[in-house]
């Protein structure tokens, strides 16, 4: 099979990814390839520098808040897919086109399409399955087209290209599953809790249990709150420590926190937190908690368990490819704070049993997950396609 060197390029318009996508162009840089990104401003914090690559950037306007910041996204969505298409159809030879989110996939069908004509193969990366309200039913008629308009699809675990085939027909020949790499600049200092806890500011030292990341309806953080009366009916010194940047309005959580009494249990930081704080968050808690009630694969999770902390999770989308019953944390039914609640008190107070499964999520997580696996496997995709395999 001849080699390859590129030209490939990483389409990521939105860049709601920016460590992940920063880290794929790196690592495959690094193998000898020429690698462009292009891409608009992050949602959150700043572009990650590049390491090798080159940047494109797609214009894009700031805004205080993150819905205000998603519109003007979606604004400018479609032309930053007419110039990324003007681009790479005046390159002098095609290559590879890796989509990293197909936000709009009516629109991004007919991108892929012109490009495929041009001799370009394109790979996307399916990160995320879910249907995004109001438009669900729409949304998926035209990811389904999408999909199946591509030379091939990359999935994180096996339960999520089982549900790529099931939802939207894509051919097992085209189904890559490719997982995500290590932490890379998460990663940052190695603490203690005492030192993550001081770092935050969170005192006392008793069980922490954290929820981190965007806000959204589908987290279920509602459950999660409602679980709590009873987590410190049975642990009274537990906390919970919410942090991460709402996409909706925090008021209706704090009404909830109010209305159940637990406001001297519950820490909240809503909120971007930095990539240089995320460790510190992460090394504070005993626990983890992804209470989500719709979920393909959870960015959240691959942190926890990069970082040898268990997971308390819902057994939906690709969570269980992740989490092992009993080895690495405990999956239970989405929706029940009950269930959330009776997984919280049994994993917290059996402190012998929750010191295991934090060294087995760390060990796995690195037997598992390193970039530069996660390039080789993309690069000999990507010279499968470019040598008129199959993909």
């Known amino acids: 099979m001849a080699e390859f060197v590129g030209p490939v390029v990483l389409l990521d318009p939105g860049n709601f990814s920016p460590q992940y996508t920063a880290n794929l162009c790196a690592s495959i840089t690094q193998l000898g390839v020429d690698v462009t990104l292009i891409t608009s401003r992050p949602q959150f914090g700043e572009m990650p520098s590049p390491r090798g690559y080159r940047v494109g950037p797609l214009r894009s306007a700031t805004a205080r808040s993150a819905r205000a910041r998603m519109v003007l996204k979606a604004c400018a969505y479609p032309f930053g897919l007419a110039r990324t298409k003007r681009l790479l159809l ?10 990293q989110w197909a936000h709009m996939p009516i629109l991004d069908a007919g991108l892929v399409s012109g490009l495929r004509d041009s001799g370009w193969r394109i790979v996307a990366t399916a990160h995320d399955f879910a249907a995004p309200p109001p438009f669900a039913s729409l949304w998926k008629r035209q990811a389904l087209r999408f999909y199946r308009s591509v030379d091939a699809v990359v999935v994180h675990t096996a339960r999520l290209a089982e549900l790529a085939g099931a939802e939207f027909r894509i051919p097992p020949s085209r189904l890559n599953v490719i997982a995500r790499g290590d932490l890379g600049v998460l990663r940052g200092s190695q603490l203690s809790r005492e030192e993550a806890r001081t770092r ?13 990341g965007m806000i959204k309806p589908n987290k279920g953080l509602v459950h999660l709150l409602r679980a709590m009366p009873e987590v410190l009916r049975v642990l009274p010194d537990a906390r919970l420590v919410i942090a991460g940047e709402p996409v909706e309005k925090f008021e209706s959580y704090a009404a909830v926190i109010g209305e159940l009494g637990i406001e001297r249990a519950v820490i909240t930081r809503p909120g971007y937190v930095r990539d240089e704080d995320v460790g510190a968050y992460f090394q504070s808690a ?19 368990l990069g970082f040898g902390r268990p997971i308390v999770g819902t057994n939906i989308g690709g969570l269980p490819d992740l989490v092992e019953e009993g080895v ?17 008190t049994r994993t917290l107070r059996d402190p012998e049993q929750l010191e295991r499964m934090g060294e087995c999520a760390r060990a796995r997580f690195e037997a598992r997950h390193s970039w530069a696996r996660t390039a080789k496997e993309t690069l000999e995709l990507y010279r499968r396609l470019m040598n008129g395999l199959p993909g």
């Not at 005993?286 to 926890?304: K, M, N, Q, R, Y």
């Open 90 to 99: 005046s390159a002098k030879a095609p290559g590879i086109l890796h989509y």
């Open 200 to 212: 935050i500011g969170i005192g006392g030292s008793g069980p922490v249990l954290l929820f981190f």
């Open 286 to 304: 005993d626990l983890i908690v992804l209470p989500h009630t719709e979920v393909s694969l959870s960015g959240v999770a691959w942190v926890a």
């Open 328 to 344: 690495n944390g405990v999956l239970v039914p989405p929706g029940s704070s009950t269930a959330l609640s009776e997984a919280i």
